[in-house]
């Protein structure tokens, strides 16, 4: 029993991935093989969590289920429903996305308009741009001078595979080829792939996970405090599996706005922040990291 147990539990998402591995050496379709191998490990995943999960003495996924219900409707009723206004292509988001890692949103946004004016919502003419000439005008996010040569790496590889540099195809996939086809990418990793496909015109049915997110859903102890951001990916997206793509996105920044304003990095606002009740890291006043 000990080794099924070991794999459904322990292994994280990026080890399991390891399973698909053989997919970087089948070079015809890689998509498609790395999607069937994806779906027989999850079927195996999902037989055993549903045999072992009775002598496993950890939380029960029913009661995670509903304690993600409640910490829902406590966020909504403290920041409201957070529905889009606009959404960009997913050509556009995917390059919003990359820019902006390690950067504030507003400072992402401003950098991501100027580029788009500089080559006129033309995005093949990044490829062709000296990096020197980029880097310029990315020059007010992190990274700018890395990010600049690594951009145009990027584009080049997406239209080498694409034919284009035009995400639109990935319409047609189901969510998890298309965060596979992001991920091959240079640079790119969950956070932005599952931008890409959340809060583009494709809303695809995923859940971006970045600092904040990570940080209050390890706290809250929906997730252990060691998750990476894969784990806490895989556990959100197997307690939301009624969520839409709108409520992934909603629940994206409703604990995004929370970790900005009240579960911050260095103090937690404890006594005021919706979640006290039920919050396994509640710290109380007074104490080290309380504001
Ligand atoms: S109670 Fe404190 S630690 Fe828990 S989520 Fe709220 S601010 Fe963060």
């Excluded at 003419?125 to 880097?135: D, G, M, Q, R, V």
């Excluded at 995400?167 to 640079?187: R, S, Y």
């Excluded at 809250?220 to 197997?238: N, P, S």
Aim: net charge neutral; hydrophobic share 45%; proline share 4%.
């Amino acid at each position: 029993m000990a080794l099924p147990v070991l794999y459904t539990r322990h292994f994280n998402s990026a080890q399991r991935g390891a399973l698909g591995a053989p997919a970087a050496i089948w070079p015809d379709h890689p998509v498609r093989f790395a999607t069937a191998t994806q779906r027989i490990v999850s079927a195996i995943d999902n037989v055993l969590v549903l045999f072992f999960t009775p002598f496993m003495p950890t939380r029960h996924l029913f009661d995670r289920r509903a304690e993600l219900d409640q910490l829902r409707r406590r966020l909504t009723a403290r920041f409201g429903p957070i529905r889009d206004t606009r959404r960009d292509n997913p050509t556009g988001q995917f390059i919003h996305a990359f820019i902006g890692s390690r950067t504030r949103d507003e400072v992402s946004s401003r950098v991501y308009q100027r580029l788009l004016q500089s080559c006129g919502g033309r995005w093949e003419e990044i490829i062709e741009t000296p990096a020197t000439e980029l880097a310029a005008i990315l020059a007010e996010v992190t990274f700018a001078d890395q990010k600049a040569p690594n951009l145009k790496t990027a584009l080049r590889n997406i239209r080498a595979r694409a034919g284009a540099v035009d995400l639109e195809f990935l319409a047609d996939l189901e969510v998890e080829p298309a965060l596979f086809w992001l991920e091959q990418i240079h640079g790119v990793g969950r956070k932005i792939a599952a931008t890409t496909l959340n809060f583009s015109s494709l809303r695809m049915r995923c859940f971006v996970v970045d600092t904040h997110v990570w940080r209050v859903l390890r706290r809250f102890g929906l997730v252990g405090e060691q998750a990476e951001a894969e784990d806490v990916y895989d556990a959100v997206m197997e307690m939301a599996d009624d969520l839409n793509a709108d409520d992934l996105y909603e629940l994206h920044w409703q604990l995004k706005t929370l970790g900005q304003t009240g579960c911050r990095h260095a103090q937690c606002v404890c006594t005021s922040c919706c979640l006290s009740e039920l919050c396994m890291k509640r710290i109380e006043p007074g104490a080290k990291g309380a504001a």
